[in-house]
Protein backbone atom coordinates (compact mmCIF):
# COMPACT_ATOMS: atom_id res chain seq x y z
CA UNK A 1 0.00 0.00 0.00
CA UNK A 2 1.48 3.25 -0.64
CA UNK A 3 -0.08 6.56 1.45
CA UNK A 4 0.03 9.97 -0.20
CA UNK A 5 -0.34 12.24 3.02
CA UNK A 6 -1.72 16.24 2.27
CA UNK A 7 -0.80 19.00 5.45
CA UNK A 8 -2.28 22.00 5.29
CA UNK A 9 -1.32 23.85 8.65
CA UNK A 10 1.24 27.29 8.56
CA UNK A 11 2.28 25.79 12.03
CA UNK A 12 4.07 22.56 11.05
CA UNK A 13 6.74 23.25 14.00
CA UNK A 14 4.62 22.92 16.95
CA UNK A 15 1.04 22.80 16.06
CA UNK A 16 -1.46 20.38 17.14
CA UNK A 17 -1.95 19.20 13.37
CA UNK A 18 1.49 18.56 13.21
CA UNK A 19 1.29 16.48 16.53
CA UNK A 20 -1.55 14.40 14.41
CA UNK A 21 1.31 13.97 11.35
CA UNK A 22 3.90 13.04 13.33
CA UNK A 23 1.67 10.23 14.78
CA UNK A 24 0.82 8.80 11.52
CA UNK A 25 4.54 9.23 10.42
CA UNK A 26 5.52 6.81 13.55
CA UNK A 27 2.33 4.41 12.79
CA UNK A 28 3.42 4.41 8.95
CA UNK A 29 7.21 4.03 9.18
CA UNK A 30 6.93 1.22 12.50
CA UNK A 31 4.91 -0.97 9.83
CA UNK A 32 7.62 -0.03 6.72
CA UNK A 33 4.41 1.62 4.70
CA UNK A 34 5.20 3.47 1.57
CA UNK A 35 4.49 6.92 2.26
CA UNK A 36 5.20 10.99 0.98
CA UNK A 37 3.92 13.74 2.71
CA UNK A 38 2.90 16.75 0.77
CA UNK A 39 3.24 20.13 3.15
CA UNK A 40 1.06 22.92 1.32
CA UNK A 41 2.19 25.63 3.06
CA UNK A 42 6.32 24.36 3.11
CA UNK A 43 5.79 23.50 -1.03
CA UNK A 44 4.32 26.86 -1.09
CA UNK A 45 1.72 25.78 -3.04
CA UNK A 46 -0.04 28.52 -4.99
CA UNK A 47 -4.05 27.83 -3.80
CA UNK A 48 -5.29 30.24 -7.16
CA UNK A 49 -6.52 28.83 -10.31
CA UNK A 50 -6.06 30.79 -12.77
CA UNK A 51 -8.16 31.62 -16.13
CA UNK A 52 -5.11 29.91 -18.13
CA UNK A 53 -5.45 26.78 -15.96
CA UNK A 54 -9.45 26.33 -16.06
CA UNK A 55 -10.14 27.51 -19.90
CA UNK A 56 -7.47 26.73 -21.57
CA UNK A 57 -5.55 23.81 -20.37
CA UNK A 58 -2.44 25.70 -19.37
CA UNK A 59 -0.29 22.75 -17.32
CA UNK A 60 1.43 23.61 -14.39
CA UNK A 61 4.15 21.41 -13.22
CA UNK A 62 3.53 21.08 -9.39
CA UNK A 63 -0.08 20.55 -10.23
CA UNK A 64 0.78 17.58 -12.51
CA UNK A 65 3.20 16.05 -10.19
CA UNK A 66 0.69 16.12 -7.15
CA UNK A 67 -2.11 14.70 -9.45
CA UNK A 68 0.92 11.58 -10.58
CA UNK A 69 1.65 11.35 -6.61
CA UNK A 70 -2.69 10.69 -6.37
CA UNK A 71 -2.75 8.40 -9.15
CA UNK A 72 0.10 6.15 -7.37
CA UNK A 73 -1.18 6.32 -3.77
CA UNK A 74 -4.18 3.77 -2.27
CA UNK A 75 -4.35 5.98 0.50
CA UNK A 76 -4.37 9.50 0.79
CA UNK A 77 -4.47 10.99 4.38
CA UNK A 78 -5.14 14.67 4.92
CA UNK A 79 -4.27 16.80 7.78
CA UNK A 80 -5.85 20.11 8.42
CA UNK A 81 -7.58 22.72 10.18
CA UNK A 82 -11.18 24.05 10.20
CA UNK A 83 -11.21 27.64 9.45
CA UNK A 84 -14.37 29.58 9.15
CA UNK A 85 -15.93 25.83 8.81
CA UNK A 86 -13.96 25.07 5.87
CA UNK A 87 -10.82 24.00 4.84
CA UNK A 88 -7.88 26.79 5.20
CA UNK A 89 -7.83 28.21 1.73
CA UNK A 90 -4.68 26.56 0.30
CA UNK A 91 -6.24 23.32 1.07
CA UNK A 92 -9.06 24.73 -0.77
CA UNK A 93 -7.03 25.83 -3.87
CA UNK A 94 -4.88 22.32 -4.07
CA UNK A 95 -8.22 20.47 -4.08
CA UNK A 96 -9.97 23.35 -6.91
CA UNK A 97 -6.75 22.70 -8.84
CA UNK A 98 -5.90 19.26 -8.23
CA UNK A 99 -8.92 17.51 -8.07
CA UNK A 100 -9.68 18.76 -11.88
CA UNK A 101 -11.85 17.83 -14.68
CA UNK A 102 -9.89 14.83 -16.95
CA UNK A 103 -8.22 13.71 -13.38
CA UNK A 104 -10.22 13.29 -10.70
CA UNK A 105 -14.09 13.67 -12.60
CA UNK A 106 -14.85 13.83 -16.14
CA UNK A 107 -17.26 12.71 -18.76
CA UNK A 108 -18.29 8.76 -19.02
CA UNK A 109 -21.08 7.71 -21.05
CA UNK A 110 -22.68 11.21 -21.53
CA UNK A 111 -22.54 11.20 -17.45
CA UNK A 112 -20.39 13.86 -15.71
CA UNK A 113 -18.68 10.39 -13.21
CA UNK A 114 -15.67 10.64 -10.49
CA UNK A 115 -12.28 8.97 -11.86
CA UNK A 116 -10.92 8.03 -8.23
CA UNK A 117 -12.71 5.27 -7.59
CA UNK A 118 -9.38 3.31 -6.27
CA UNK A 119 -8.41 5.73 -3.64
CA UNK A 120 -9.25 5.65 -0.30
CA UNK A 121 -9.30 8.99 1.77
CA UNK A 122 -8.93 9.14 5.52
CA UNK A 123 -9.03 12.89 7.11
CA UNK A 124 -8.12 14.52 10.53
CA UNK A 125 -9.35 17.93 11.13
CA UNK A 126 -8.85 20.34 13.63
CA UNK A 127 -11.21 22.57 15.51
CA UNK A 128 -10.74 25.17 18.10
CA UNK A 129 -14.65 25.01 19.26
CA UNK A 130 -15.98 22.19 21.33
CA UNK A 131 -18.42 19.49 20.29
CA UNK A 132 -21.06 20.87 22.40
CA UNK A 133 -21.08 24.57 20.03
CA UNK A 134 -20.16 22.57 16.89
CA UNK A 135 -23.04 19.84 17.41
CA UNK A 136 -25.24 21.33 15.13
CA UNK A 137 -22.86 22.51 12.53
CA UNK A 138 -20.12 19.98 12.09
CA UNK A 139 -22.14 17.02 10.64
CA UNK A 140 -22.64 19.48 7.90
CA UNK A 141 -19.16 20.75 7.69
CA UNK A 142 -18.07 17.24 7.71
CA UNK A 143 -20.70 16.03 4.91
CA UNK A 144 -19.23 19.15 2.60
CA UNK A 145 -15.64 18.08 3.06
CA UNK A 146 -16.48 14.55 2.39
CA UNK A 147 -18.47 14.79 -0.36
CA UNK A 148 -16.01 16.38 -2.29
CA UNK A 149 -13.75 13.52 -1.90
CA UNK A 150 -17.09 10.78 -2.56
CA UNK A 151 -18.08 12.69 -5.86
CA UNK A 152 -14.40 11.80 -7.08
CA UNK A 153 -15.33 8.50 -6.36
CA UNK A 154 -13.31 8.08 -3.43
CA UNK A 155 -13.89 5.59 -0.72
CA UNK A 156 -13.65 7.92 2.92
CA UNK A 157 -12.85 5.77 5.63
CA UNK A 158 -13.59 8.44 8.34
CA UNK A 159 -13.55 11.98 8.74
CA UNK A 160 -11.91 12.41 12.25
CA UNK A 161 -12.83 15.72 14.17
CA UNK A 162 -10.70 16.72 17.36
CA UNK A 163 -12.53 19.56 19.00
CA UNK A 164 -11.33 22.40 21.06
CA UNK A 165 -7.98 21.25 20.62
CA UNK A 166 -6.59 24.73 21.80
CA UNK A 167 -8.54 24.79 25.16
CA UNK A 168 -8.74 21.06 26.21
CA UNK A 169 -6.04 19.52 28.63
CA UNK A 170 -2.80 18.12 27.80
CA UNK A 171 -4.61 15.14 28.48
CA UNK A 172 -7.37 15.23 26.37
CA UNK A 173 -4.77 15.82 23.67
CA UNK A 174 -2.88 12.74 24.53
CA UNK A 175 -6.13 11.01 24.36
CA UNK A 176 -7.10 12.83 20.82
CA UNK A 177 -3.58 11.87 19.79
CA UNK A 178 -3.73 8.07 20.94
CA UNK A 179 -7.04 7.76 18.37
CA UNK A 180 -4.54 8.39 15.29
CA UNK A 181 -2.61 5.28 14.84
CA UNK A 182 -6.05 3.51 15.62
CA UNK A 183 -7.92 5.53 13.38
CA UNK A 184 -5.11 4.47 10.99
CA UNK A 185 -4.79 0.79 11.59
CA UNK A 186 -8.88 0.49 10.81
CA UNK A 187 -8.01 2.17 7.56
CA UNK A 188 -5.55 -0.21 6.57
CA UNK A 189 -7.66 -3.02 7.40
CA UNK A 190 -10.21 -2.01 4.86
CA UNK A 191 -10.37 -4.07 1.67
Not at 57 to 80: A, C, M, N, P, R
Not at 88 to 114: H, M
Not at 126 to 147: A, H, M, Y
Amino acid sequence: MKILIVFAHPNNKNSFNKAILEEAINFLKARKLEFEIIDLYAEKFNPVLEYEELYEGKEDKKVSLYQEKIKQSDLIIFIHPLWWYNFPAVLKGFVDRVFSYGFAYGEVNGKIEGLLDDKKVLIFTTLGESEEKCKNVCPCVSKTITSIFEFCKMKVLEHKLFYAVEYVSDQTRKEYLSEVPKILQRALEVK
